[in-house]
């Protein structure tokens, strides 16, 4: 326990020390943020519900396909993106071994059989082409973000303490994230002009003329 901050819980941060923290969670689409929370979980296998339920009370709707990595595969997740239709590019823990093992013929395949459903259809998807497209998507879009808000922005820790708090700072520096995000697409997309009337009045009231 923290005695500071009772709400956080200590974790093994990326620089390899022990600390009271939080597990920071983002779902994003073209490195813009779309959904983010705060928790107390030391791993990522029990945030995908909470995350994709985020993201359908901010957008008013339900992504249609989540690349994620190895933290979120498990059976529970991959049964719940089944029932809401959603379809998961996401490996699990021992995939690479797996694989390896196919490829040599010695793998054994799981005595649960729902288990080994759901390891076989990420398999079959994770080797395709659609697949790779979708991870390497998910490194493009998800890291460069983490990557911007802790380099670019500095935000390497919380000021405040308290979940409450903390959850409001966070979130202010997502909104930030997605302003300067959303000031570049609207930049590049007045520079190309289609003839968009909205886009070029929103792009003469932040200061960027067409050329």
Not at 149 to 176: V, Y
Not at 185 to 205: F, S
Request: aromatic share 10%; with cysteine; proline share 4%.
């Amino acid at each position: 326990m923290s005695n500071t901050d009772k709400d956080a819980t200590l974790m093994l941060m990326k620089e390899k020390y022990i600390a009271p923290g939080y597990n920071g969670q983002i779902a994003t689409e073209h490195q813009v943020i779309l959904a983010y929370g705060l928790f107390s979980n030391r791993n990522d296998s029990n945030l995908l519900k909470p995350m994709v339920d985020e993201v359908k009370e901010n957008t008013g709707q339900d992504p249609k396909i989540i690349p994620a990595d190895a933290g979120y595969g498990n059976k529970m997740n991959y049964r719940f993106l089944k029932n809401r239709r959603i379809t998961a590019f996401i490996p699990y823990n021992s995939f690479n071994k797996e694989m390896a093992e196919r490829n040599k013929g010695i793998y054994t395949v799981t005595k649960n059989k729902e288990l080994a459903k759901y390891k076989f259809i990420q398999q079959m998807r994770l080797k395709s082409n659609e697949g790779e497209k979708m991870m390497k998507q998910r490194r493009e879009d998800v890291e460069p973000t983490f990557g911007d808000i802790k380099r670019n922005m500095q935000f390497g820790s919380f000021n405040l303490r308290g979940r409450p708090q903390c959850s409001i700072e966070f979130g202010l520096i997502c909104i930030g994230h997605n302003l300067k995000k959303i000031k570049s697409y609207l930049k590049r997309a007045v520079k190309w002009d289609n003839g968009n009337q909205m886009i070029g009045k929103l792009g003469a009231t932040l200061g960027y003329q067409p050329l």
